[in-house]
């Protein structure tokens, strides 16, 4: 459920570009599959109460910052979360949390405190977004290359998967796609050199 949110964040992007029509459409969309779908099923009232129930989870979530003794799944080294990963490096977890590897290589950095390390790692998360927003603010015009918009869609395939509470390895697929788009932008206007050649392929691999 978490994963499945991420993906608004595309709706602020739409803003920035100043896609006012595609803004519009994400938002009747959102309600067709969210509020009238549904209720032509379960009916008003209970589409009403699941929607309002998920918004009070998401918000307890978001204000509660992160507690060591919830989520464990999200913990685990497993997640490729970049969120996960920075609660990881800034707290210490017992030998019986999900997050503790019983391997001799195992080291823990960090030792803060579960509100500290929430702080820390939600700025991280604000500081590469408002980075990306600097980057993407440029809005889209008639006279840009079709091409030109393959970078930023790339990195926006990758922003739910990293910024997402938990990600699993299969929710990188998400990868593929923005490898080509990178790799393609590259090639349409030039001949891509050896070593380029051989980077590209060693990011489509990993």
């Known amino acids: 459920t978490t994963y499945k949110t991420t993906p608004l964040m595309l709706f602020p992007y739409l803003l920035l570009k100043r896609q006012w029509r595609a803004c519009a459409w994400m938002i009747v969309t959102l309600l067709i599959l969210n509020v009238i779908a549904p ?3 379960l009916g008003w009232a209970k589409t009403l109460d699941a929607n ?12 509660g910052g992160y507690n060591t003794n919830d989520f464990l799944d999200a913990a685990k080294p497993q997640n490729q979360s970049l969120l996960a990963a920075g609660y ?7 030998s019986s949390h999900l997050a ?7 080291i823990q950095f960090g030792r803060l405190e579960p509100r500290q390390a929430s702080y820390i790692v939600k700025g991280i998360a604000l500081a590469l977004a408002a980075v990306i927003a600097w980057r993407l603010r440029k809005p889209w015009s008639p006279e840009d290359e079709p091409s030109a918009f393959a970078p930023e869609w790339a990195a926006l395939c990758l922003l739910p998967a990293l910024l997402s509470p938990m990600s699993w390895l299969h929710h990188l ?12 932008a590259a090639m349409e206007f030039q001949p891509l050199h050896s070593w380029r050649r051989v980077g590209f392929c060693a990011a489509a691999f990993i």
């Not at 309002?52 to 204000?63: E, G, K, P």
């Not at 990881?88 to 017992?94: A, C, D, H, N, S």
């Open 52 to 63: 309002q129930a998920f918004i009070s989870s998401l918000l307890q979530i978001t204000q």
């Open 39 to 41: 209720a032509s099923y």
């Open 173 to 184: 697929v998400v990868m593929l796609p923005s490898v080509f788009l990178v790799i393609r």
């Open 88 to 94: 990881r490096f800034l707290l210490t977890y017992p």
């Open 100 to 106: 503790f590897v019983n391997h001799p290589w195992f």
